[in-house]
């Protein structure tokens, strides 16, 4: 019997795979379950336009990556962040990714999630940074960040 499997199945395979399984088991625990559902020739037609749409997707969402790292790295886009300092120098607290993300729309328009700027740790000194961001899992960009004390 084949199914196609709607959930992860530990040592069967992965979501979306079409595998082939004993009858029992195929009815009595993978359907009865919703693990999986018959393999009939809509379905596999169904699967198959799913594959594509989300394959399309993918493309959609490399590609303005790409334009987004464009944007970030031209010469002239250096995010610049105003903070107060304290007596010695030293920054009220720290500058996180989020601060990065508001900024960086703000003075550019450029849209950026917070979870995608990769700092090690919060910036928590004045002077000039240059700060990973990971678009995507094969688009990677650096943004140039500068903390001004006022």
């Known amino acids: 019997m084949k199914v196609i499997l709607l959930q992860d199945v530990k040592k069967q395979g992965k979501k979306g795979d079409v595998i082939e399984v004993s009858d029992g088991y195929g009815r009595n625990y993978l359907i009865k379950n919703g693990l999986a559902k018959e393999a009939s020739a809509a379905a596999l037609n169904q699967l198959k336009s ?4 989300e394959a399309r997707m993918a493309a959609e969402h490399l ?5 987004t790292k464009a944007a970030i790295e031209k010469e002239n886009v ?7 300092l304290g007596e010695d120098g030293r920054l009220f607290g720290a500058i996180t990714p989020k601060q990065i993300a508001d900024e960086l729309e703000d003075q550019y328009d450029i849209q950026v999630d917070r979870r995608k700027i990769q700092l090690k740790e919060n910036l928590s000194a004045v002077g000039n940074y240059e700060v990973p961001i990971k678009l995507h899992p094969d688009v990677q960009a650096a943004i140039k960040v500068n903390v001004i004390g006022e």
């Open 78 to 84: 250096i995010v610049e962040i105003k903070v107060k």
């Open 50 to 53: 799913k594959k594509k749409a």
């Open 63 to 67: 590609e303005e990556s790409k334009e």
